[in-house]
């Protein structure tokens, strides 16, 4: 008798090998990501066929390379034989540009995180984008019915980064600037204002291609708090 499994597929956007423990990162505390990683099948080569995410979300759900273009293929995505063969399909993800990928449409259900406010610190770290994202994940794995396949895909590194002030000084070698006590203020997914009080400045930074480089522009300088 076939025994019905259920999958969960994390994705976190710039979350790089040398971030985690398992990979050699000694300066960074990963204790989840270890434990995970010594449950599991760790692998230590990954090749992939395109770096933007239309293309490679291609490859994901429809088993399209790279190559062959930016058409959706004319045969079912995963999703779509997943969801003939009786097992729930559930999109989340805190990115519109994955919410709003064609073969989003193929799942049972997207949820969409967009009620998040990141343009201030958190004061504790339960309250941070990524903990809320997580939170919501475990939210709806307990409801959902077996078995599953619950896609998320988060942001992560390549979003506005709200922990705690103390969290960041806690990265501060002796000899780097104090810590800037001032606020970012996030005008939409291409532009943010920075202000620095330690270097009295205020900064606009511009997304020039998704996500990878910010542009950085001085608006104002020398200024007097």
Not at 92 to 109: H, I, M, N
Request: aromatic letters at 10%; proline letters at 7%.
């Amino acid at each position: 008798m076939t025994q019905n499994r259920s999958a969960v597929v994390l994705v976190f956007d710039r979350l790089g090998a040398s971030f985690l423990g398992p990979y050699g990162n000694t300066w960074l505390e990963t204790a989840g990501w270890n434990r995970l990683a010594s449950e599991s099948l760790l692998w230590e080569h990954c090749l992939s066929d395109s770096a933007e995410l239309p293309s490679i979300y291609r490859s994901f759900w429809y088993g399209q390379h790279a190559i062959a273009g930016n058409s959706i293929p004319d045969w079912p995505s995963l999703m779509e034989r997943l969801n003939q063969a009786g097992v729930h399909t559930v999109l989340l993800t805190d990115d519109p540009v994955v919410a709003r990928l064609p073969g989003a449409k193929c799942f049972e259900e997207c949820v969409e995180l967009t009620d998040v406010d990141t343009t201030e610190p958190c004061e504790h770290p339960a309250d941070c984008a990524i903990s809320q994202f997580l939170a919501r994940l475990l939210s709806i794995q307990e409801d959902l019915p077996e078995p599953y396949l619950i896609w998320a895909h988060s942001r992560g590194m390549a979003g506005p980064w709200d922990a705690p002030l103390e969290s960041r000084d806690a990265f501060r070698e002796e000899e780097d600037p104090p810590q800037a006590r001032g606020f970012v203020r996030v005008l939409d997914e291409h532009r943010l204002v920075d202000v620095d009080p330690v270097a009295h400045q205020v900064v606009w930074y511009e997304n020039v291609d998704k996500g990878k480089t910010w542009r950085k522009h001085v608006i104002a300088d020398g200024f007097e708090q």
